[in-house]
Each structure stands twice: as C-alpha cells, then as structure tokens.
C-alpha cells in the first residue's frame, strides 16, 4: 500500500479512466454512506482538488453528512486492465444550485437534468492498494444516460424542485441536506 499527499499524472489518467467511482462520507453519528458515481460528472482541478457533479437520487446522505462533517473518500477501482484501487481523502464543501458559485461551478460539467449540487474534494491524502480482489468486469453502458437524466428531464426543472421537497430535504437519520 502506498500513499501520497496529493494525486500525480498516474493516477489523474487512471481517475480519468474510471467510468465508476464511489464516495463515502459519514456525519458524527448514525450511519456511514457510500454511493456509485459515474457519466461525465468528475472534473481533476488540480493534483490537491476533485470537484464532481451530483445528480438526484432518492436520497441526499452526501450534502447532509457535510454539514456535520466535512470529510468525504472517494474510491476508484480497476475493473479491467491492471488492478489497482484508488482511495482519496480530504475535506469537501457542497454548492446548491441556489448558491452564489453555482454557475461558475456547473460551467465546467455539461448540462444534466436532476443536477443536485457540487462536490468540491480538498485532497489531503491518496492511497493506492492491490485492488486484487475486484472482479474483472466490462463496461457496457451508463443508466444514468439511458434511465436517470431522462426520468428527471420528463419531470422538468419545477418537478425536480417538488421531488426535492419530498425525497431530498432530509438525511435518512433526519439531518438537514441544506438543499432550500
């Protein structure tokens, strides 16, 4: 296992490579979260910031645990090629739509319906393991391309506000997601 304080070019063209990475974050109690990411929504700023795109889910773990913790991983694995897991860690703020830096934040990410907010990852320390045990596996197609951002297109920009009232608001351990 070895680590470093901040990304390279090895592993900003592995980042890159990745059409599936994973993030993980946790508030002082209740419980630990960790989500599948993916489509064209992660942006390497530089070798010390990851900032990436959140698109609508059922829920909100992410933006909530934040405002309790600010600590976020992120976790990218080799499913074809070489093995290799990526593990980054750092400190993360979270930009609503309704946030001043919104638009110059969501300039760099391509228009997406359901865009919920944006990550922006301070790295503080990279870890790179075997990544042995991860299955080989291809690569067929993104859902988020073929299911997510259609089902938020056909509920327009006022019925992702709405489904935000009803599923987003809150964590599911009751923390605020500081989404209105």
Same mark, same amino acid.
């Given at each position: ?13 592995? +980042? ?13 109690? =209740?419980?630990?979260?960790v989500?599948?990411? =993916? !489509?064209?929504?992660?942006? +390497?700023?530089?070798?010390? /910031? ?7 889910g ?10 309790d ?6 976790? &990218? ?6 093995? !290799?897991i990526?593990?980054?860690? =750092?400190?993360?703020?979270? +930009? ?8 110059q934040a969501?300039?760099? &990410?391509?228009?997406?319906?359901g865009? /919920? ?9 990279a870890? +790179?393991?075997? *990544?042995t ?15 997510? #951002?259609p ?7 006022? *019925? #992702? ?7 987003? #608001?809150?964590?599911?351990d =009751? ?6």
């Amino acid at each position: 296992m070895a680590t470093l304080k901040k990304l390279n070019e090895k592993l900003r063209a592995f +980042i890159e490579r990745q059409p599936l990475f994973f993030v993980a974050t946790a508030g002082r109690d =209740g419980r630990v979260n960790v989500s599948p990411k =993916g !489509m064209d929504t992660l942006r +390497i700023v530089d070798d010390n /910031r990851i900032v990436w795109l959140n698109l609508s889910g059922s829920g909100n773990e992410t933006a909530a645990h934040l405002r309790d913790l600010n600590r976020m991983t992120l976790m &990218f694995c080799a499913f074809e090629g070489d093995a !290799m897991i990526l593990r980054v860690y =750092g400190q993360a703020k979270v +930009i609503h739509p309704s946030d001043p830096g919104w638009n110059q934040a969501a300039a760099d &990410f391509p228009e997406l319906a359901g865009s /919920r907010q944006i990550f922006d990852l301070s790295i503080d320390l990279a870890q +790179i393991s075997c *990544g042995t045990g991860v299955p080989i596996m291809n690569f067929v197609e993104s859902r988020g391309e073929t299911e997510l #951002v259609p089902y938020y297109e056909k509920m327009g920009p006022d *019925g #992702v506000r709405d489904y935000w009232r009803r599923k987003n #608001v809150l964590s599911i351990d =009751g923390r605020d997601t500081g989404i209105f």
